[in-house]
């Protein structure tokens, strides 16, 4: 349970990693309508590889910003995104299940057929207590949305699908606190 609940925080902060927002110095671009996969590896976590799928389309991601923007700020006290000559560099102090989570991310690519994000963290609380993590994303996009999705549904590991319009209820199953191990 509790590694569902860190792999949904997981998702759902890369989430609004991925989309613009105003307390940000500037924002990303808008992804290329479509399909796109994203691979998710960590190291120094116990958090297994995962591919996930976002259809999305410009609308769609402009409107992640205006969902994902007020739930930043309630749980985050840094968020900065700034270009550089290569691409972007995030950093970010977050809250999430009275975890603490202090992340160094550098994205590298286009929005329009790949771009790969690594994110160095750092974590405080949880049941895991304090632990250091690398995480990277890579990204590509496979073409046209499936007849079956809509502009921001993912499709998570083992078929869960949500759509991303739906991120206040998300953020409502979100725990306050993620229980604590025995020890």
Not at 34 to 56: A, D, I
Request: proline content about 5%; hydrophobic content about 35%; glycine content about 8%.
């Amino acid at each position: 349970m509790t590694r569902q609940l860190v792999s949904f925080g997981s998702a759902l902060g890369l989430l609004t990693l991925l989309s613009a927002g105003d307390a940000r110095a500037v924002d990303l671009p808008v992804r290329k309508a479509g399909l796109w996969e994203m691979k998710v590896l960590h190291t120094g976590s116990p958090m297994p590889e995962m591919t996930m799928q976002h259809c999305t389309d410009e609308t769609t991601d402009k409107d992640m910003s205006t969902a994902a923007s007020p739930m930043a700020k309630e749980m985050c006290s840094k968020q900065d995104i700034q270009k550089t000559a290569t691409g972007y560099v995030s950093d970010s102090v977050c809250g999430i299940a009275g975890m603490s989570i202090t992340s160094h991310s550098e994205i590298i690519g286009d929005f329009n057929s790949a771009y790969t994000v690594k994110s160095t963290s750092h974590s405080a609380g949880g049941p895991a207590g304090t632990r250091d993590s690398t995480t990277s994303i890579e990204a590509k996009w496979l073409g046209a949305c499936k007849a079956d999705q809509k502009p921001g549904d993912i499709v998570m590991p083992g078929g869960l699908k949500m759509n991303v319009k739906d991120m206040e209820k998300l953020k409502a199953m979100m725990p306050k606190q993620i229980p604590q191990l025995p020890k």
